[in-house]
């Protein structure tokens, strides 16, 4: 359950394989930015990964910052996460509300419009849609049709979307513009030479998005 559609404002991914910083690190400095919500994105989910987990999940409780974790519902659990956020390969939304219970967070990936018609969207609480712009940080996104691509999916959701791929505190005014209601962001923080300031910056435009 989304308790206030802002927490989906300024949305940090957290980066498994940034060169210079460690997830946890990249959770500071989004969360000392203003991130407004914090995922916990890991493509190998080694065991080992589970104390950086339980570290970043702490980090988000003291600043009462939701923490969801992607694709794995078992870690979410063990970890108590706020939520999960589930790609259209991983387990059903259905399966995550049932596991992890009503006041959960579940988000869904969708990427076009015959995803959205196909999708199980009654036991989630938002969407993320992208790839808007392009990304290096995930080759194999799947692409929507740019801003106007994210703008028909908004048109069509009956939940709040977050804008996904390729943002920076330049364009994300105008995924706002288009109609989401949040942008998330890896590489713009996480590979960036001054990640603090891009995370202050993208903060102020995400705070700008909300008074308008
Ligand atoms: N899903 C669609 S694009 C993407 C994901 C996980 C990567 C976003 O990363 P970046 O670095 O903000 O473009
Ligand atoms: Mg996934």
């Known amino acids: 359950m989304?308790?206030?559609?802002?927490?989906?404002?300024?949305?940090f991914i957290t980066d498994d394989s940034a060169p210079a910083l460690s997830p946890a690190e990249q959770v500071r400095i989004a969360l000392g930015a203003g991130a407004t919500c914090v995922q916990y994105r890991n493509k190998h989910y080694a065991p080992d990964c589970l104390a950086e987990v339980v570290l970043i999940r702490q980090l988000c409780r003291d600043r009462d910052v939701p923490?969801?974790?992607?694709?794995?519902?078992?870690?979410?659990?063990?970890?108590?996460?706020?939520?999960?956020?589930?790609?259209?390969?991983?387990?059903?939304?259905?399966?995550?509300?049932?596991l992890l219970g009503d006041s959960a967070i579940v988000g869904i990936s969708v990427s076009d419009l015959d995803e959205l018609a196909r999708t199980d969207l009654a036991p989630c609480d938002y969407m993320g849609t992208g790839a808007v712009f392009p990304t290096g940080t995930k080759p194999d996104a799947a692409t929507i049709?740019?801003?106007?691509?994210?703008?028909?999916?908004v048109k069509r959701s009956p939940l709040p979307v977050v804008a996904?791929?390729?943002?920076?505190?330049r364009n994300a005014t105008a995924c706002f513009e288009h109609g989401a209601s949040g942008v998330a962001v890896i590489s713009f923080i996480s590979r960036a030479e001054?990640?603090?300031?891009?995370?202050?910056?993208l903060a102020a435009v995400c705070q700008k998005a909300g008074r308008g």
């Open 2 to 11: 989304l308790n206030d559609i802002k927490t989906l404002r300024f949305y």
């Open 67 to 98: 923490f969801v974790v992607n694709d794995n519902i078992g870690l979410a659990r063990q970890v108590m996460a706020d939520g999960v956020h589930l790609g259209q390969d991983d387990a059903p939304p259905a399966r995550a509300r049932e």
């Open 145 to 153: 049709d740019g801003l106007a691509g994210l703008e028909a999916v």
């Open 164 to 169: 996904i791929g390729g943002i920076t505190a």
């Open 194 to 201: 001054d990640p603090l300031t891009n995370a202050r910056q």
